[in-house]
């Protein structure tokens, strides 16, 4: 996707995160943040609202969505280390925290959100992201 330093998209981020780098951004569950710029690799220069005059950092993409399970999966009991794997149900939500590459594309390591547990690896194309807009585009 696009975005630019003149457009306005403000979002409620559905997770936390610490920085592990001096130039990322340190956020919480609830915070809004203003998004910036995107880069190709998978980032995005944020900012959280409620500090006006604080500093822009860059967050992971995948941090943004909560993913939406539009296809069920059930991992195969035959497959090695079967227990790493997440079964997922029609209508459960997830954060996906690393998405894989090389042999392992379109396969997601993630955890259910909200209340209920549960971590581990799952298909991609069984997840929908979602972002949670906390403004209308274009509006402050």
């Known amino acids: 996707w696009r975005l630019d330093a003149q457009q306005k998209v403000f979002v409620i981020s559905p997770s936390e995160r610490s920085p592990t780098g001096a130039s990322e951004l340190k956020y ?51 497959w090695p280390n079967y227990e790493r794997f997440m079964s997922l149900a029609v209508g459960e939500t997830v954060l996906v925290q690393n998405e894989y590459e090389g042999e392992w594309k379109g396969w997601a390591f993630g955890k259910r959100w909200g209340e209920q547990d549960g971590e581990g690896v799952f298909r991609l194309n069984c997840v929908v992201p979602y972002v949670m807009l906390s403004r209308e585009l274009g509006s402050e």
Do not use: I, N, Y
């Open 28 to 78: 919480s569950l609830g915070d809004e943040l203003r998004l910036r710029r995107h880069v190709e690799t998978g980032w995005v220069l944020a900012a959280r609202v409620a500090d006006c005059a604080g500093p822009e950092g860059w967050m992971p993409k995948v941090g943004l969505s909560v993913w939406q399970v539009h296809q069920a999966f059930q991992p195969d009991a035959s």
